[in-house]
């Protein structure tokens, strides 16, 4: 019997795929193109503690092997997500990770404090809630004068800390492939407390429209996704694989079932689809019963037979 099955940090997720961050809204808006009870498990939007209205101008750009956005986490705040969000994404059999993002040090640490203290008021209630956080480290530091706290390992250790402090949920820390030094980043991560690492967030990058001689986007860069990233997202999670011993989860630019299985060779534990949502709306669906086809013809029974064969 072939099993696709994996446990992250107590979650059992029924396949290896989650989509990603931002690219699935609460798991509704594709609901009715495939039933989100097929995947592993949705990462909702980023939230933030209050609600965020998001970047002016263009937000999206296509690329020739990707997409470029600058959304600006647009989101209806934390106490909406729980409030409006919740019930209907945890109505299908799929595992819940909460993304959390925050300016500053406090609102990390708040924002994840209400959702875990909702998941144990549900779960009194023999209700679910949140089955995992995963915390967006890419986020522009106010303090450090926009910064994102994602690049230097002891500006992101303060969050990591902090946040592991009040939040008993399983927690993944997201790192950004714009990190000083992404190993090092996810050493820390494990040193913390972190029961997983995801990876890899946008690539800061640049698109100008020579007509009118400015940046398409009105804070200059956006993130860059697709594609494009997959070959450079691929050695970070093979690299950082190999220096921690909690599961690595990992993305970028994974758009086939050979992509998938290249993560599990290089490591991952599970992985994350994010732009192939943008591209074709049935994503989902087509890996999950692509992957069971794949494990069929290879006679793989489970995917640890080729986790980290690499
Ligand atoms: C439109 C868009 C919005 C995103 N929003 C978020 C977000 O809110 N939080 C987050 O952690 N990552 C966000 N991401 C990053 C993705 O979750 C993912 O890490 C990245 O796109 C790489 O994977 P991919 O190449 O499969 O898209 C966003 C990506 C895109 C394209």
Redesign the pocket.
Known sequence: MISMACNIAGVAFKNPIIM????FGFGREYAEFYSPELLGGI?G???TLHPKAGNMGS??HETAS??L?S?G?E?PGVAAFLKDELDDMTRWNTAVIA?V?GSNLEEYVQAAAMITENAQKRRTMNRRGVDML?L?I?CPNVKQGGMQFGIQTEVARDVVRQVRNVTALPLVV?LSPNAENITQMAVMCEEEGADGV?????FSAMKIDIRRRRSVFANTYA?L???A??PI?LRMVHQVAQAVSIPVIG?????SVEDIIEFIMAGAAAI???????VHLHAGSELVYGLEQWMQREKVQSLDEIRGIL
């Open positions: 990603a961050s931002g690219t990462v939007k980023g939230l937000r999206i990707g997409m956005n959304v986490l989101n993304n993002g995963e967006n890419s997201k995801s990876l890899i967030n946008t993130g996704s697709g594609p990233i997959k997202a993305m970028g630019g994974i758009s994350q689809v994010g732009t192939y949502n943008f």
